[in-house]
Nanobody
Framework: VQLQASGGGLVQAGGSLRLSCAAS????????VAWFRQAPGKEREFVAG????????YYAISAKGRFTIARDSAMPTVYLQMNNLNPDDTAVYYC???????????????????????WGQGTQVTVSS
């Protein structure tokens, strides 16, 4: 599985960005795709996740109500729509994926970066105040 993240940029506080994670490979239907972020000096943290079917979505508390994760049914792409951004959202954002069978059953596993075997390159999101 290969993942390609894009869509980062510089935005003012209160603004919006949409990140994209394009996936390729032969076993996409069994995957859970997640977005993580890592700010300077901080650990990588879970932001949101979605099963490839789109049936189940998961959000970190910091993302609920502001971010929406969705999968394009026509394209092998997962989006993260981020609204009402604030400077605390500044980070490098990564998409990650692994088999959904274990990830959907455990919040701890789903939120842990080492649970994911496939990673895209990061995309920088900078929110100015």
């Amino acid at each position: 599985v290969q993942l390609q993240a894009s869509g980062g940029g510089l935005v003012q506080a209160g603004g919006s960005l949409r990140l994209s994670c394009a996936a390729s490979g032969r076993t996409l239907s069994s995957l859970l795709v997640a977005w993580f972020r890592q700010a300077p000096g901080k650990e990588r943290e879970f932001v949101a996740g979605i099963t490839w079917s789109g049936y189940s979505t998961y959000y970190a508390i910091s993302a609920k109500g502001r971010f929406t994760i969705a999968r394009d049914s026509a394209m092998p792409t997962v989006y993260l729509q981020m609204n009402n951004l604030n400077p605390d959202d500044t980070a490098v954002y990564y998409c990650a994926a692994d088999q959904s069978s274990s990830l959907t059953l455990s919040l701890r596993r789903r939120s842990t970066p080492r649970s994911y075997g496939y990673w895209g390159q990061g995309t920088q999101v900078t929110v100015s105040s």
